[in-house]
């Protein structure tokens, strides 16, 4: 599953998983508990893939920085729990991504990015590479190399 279908809503713990669209919002499913839930329009929702993390140089796309923490992990879950000490989240996060903006960059938002982590291993959503980046590179067929 990809991250274009997992969101972040307002006022309500975890991650979820968007079902389908109706008229007035959208159901989503409860990564956490499996739980549905209707979401109404007005509500406050993020698209994991739309949000991205503040660096000195740019924004850095979140699936980069799931990625990130997966290379520093081995594939498992992070060796810090959410509910740490400031100071430790971000010295963790500086490990991750020592370039992050530590002046835009919150001990919430790297509680919140470790947490959604976790959930996002725990429902064997390991695929952080962006598909879209094999579209973008042109391919060289044979006949093409020889001239």
Do not use: C
Not at 50 to 76: D, N, S, W
């Amino acid at each position: 599953m990809a991250l274009e279908k997992i969101l972040s809503i307002g006022g309500k713990p975890g991650l979820y998983k968007l079902l389908t669209q109706t008229r007035g919002g959208f159901v989503g499913e409860s990564l956490l508990d499996g739980k549905r839930v209707t979401v109404g329009l007005r509500s406050n929702v993020s698209v994991l893939s739309e949000i991205a993390i503040y660096t000195l140089e740019e924004e850095l796309p979140l699936r980069e920085v799931f990625q990130k923490i997966k290379e520093k992990e081995g594939g498992e879950k992070t060796s810090i729990s959410h509910k740490a000490e400031k100071i430790e989240l971000e010295e963790y996060f500086f490990e991750v991504l020592p370039n992050y903006d530590e002046d835009r960059v919150y001990a919430s938002d790297i509680k919140k990015i470790i947490q959604w982590y976790n959930i996002l291993l725990d429902n064997n959503i390991t695929d952080f590479v962006e598909d879209e980046k094999d579209a973008e590179e042109p391919t060289v067929s044979a006949s093409e190399e020889e001239e």
